[in-house]
């Protein structure tokens, strides 16, 4: 019995900020970014809440009524994913999206993604940089005066803090051994 051959094909791929797609339909996504994933739940979102309210007289509907719990949830669960994902991005300062006015879509703005050639590029990855140092630097000074004190800790405590490494503990270790060993050898 003679196996079929199976023919590898060759697949020519695109990358872009939003995901992989595949390059003859264009917008077949075969993975997504984080982003291209927010960029996705954002348009859902604004297709659910500038479409489908908008029709006259879905919230008399006896459907809309039975399943409003279901949306409800539904509708958190995508508003929570967004928050994850907006925090994310406002911590590291990339990305902010503006919606298009009277459209569905969004302006998708960050500080490297500007017209202008390379040079415009660099400044605004310069600007993003010395913007992660000042917030880093925040965040450091932030941290320094929330830690407390040695005066507010107690001497047990202390104690305690000095005896927490790993060293310190395998060297216990070895002095109880020491001296247990000593112990056995002098009394026998």
């Not at 990339?94 to 017209?115: A, D, M, S, T, Y």
Request: charged share 25%.
């Amino acid at each position: 019995m003679r196996g079929r051959k199976i023919r590898k094909r060759f697949r020519f791929y695109r990358r872009d900020v939003f995901g992989t797609r595949t390059h003859r339909g264009g917008s077949d996504m075969v993975r997504l970014t984080p982003l291209g994933r927010e960029l996705l739940l954002r348009m859902k979102l604004q297709i659910i809440k500038n479409i489908y309210s908008k029709i006259p007289g879905i919230y008399e509907w006896d459907a809309y009524k039975q399943h409003l719990p279901a949306i409800k949830v539904h509708m958190a669960a995508i508003t929570k994913a967004l928050e994850m994902y907006k925090a994310r991005h406002v911590e590291r300062g990339l990305f902010h999206f503006r919606p298009k006015p009277n459209l569905l879509g969004f302006w998708i703005l960050c500080p490297w993604c500007v017209r202008g050639g390379a040079q415009a590029r660099h400044e605004g990855l310069r600007k993003w940089r010395r913007r992660c140092k000042k917030r880093a630097a925040i965040a450091a000074a932030a941290a320094l005066r929330n830690r407390p004190t040695m005066d507010h800790v107690s001497s047990l405590a202390e104690m305690k803090m000095r005896f927490m490494g790993a060293r310190t503990m395998l060297y216990l270790a070895y002095l109880v051994f020491v001296s247990i060993l000593s112990c056995i050898i002098v009394f026998m």
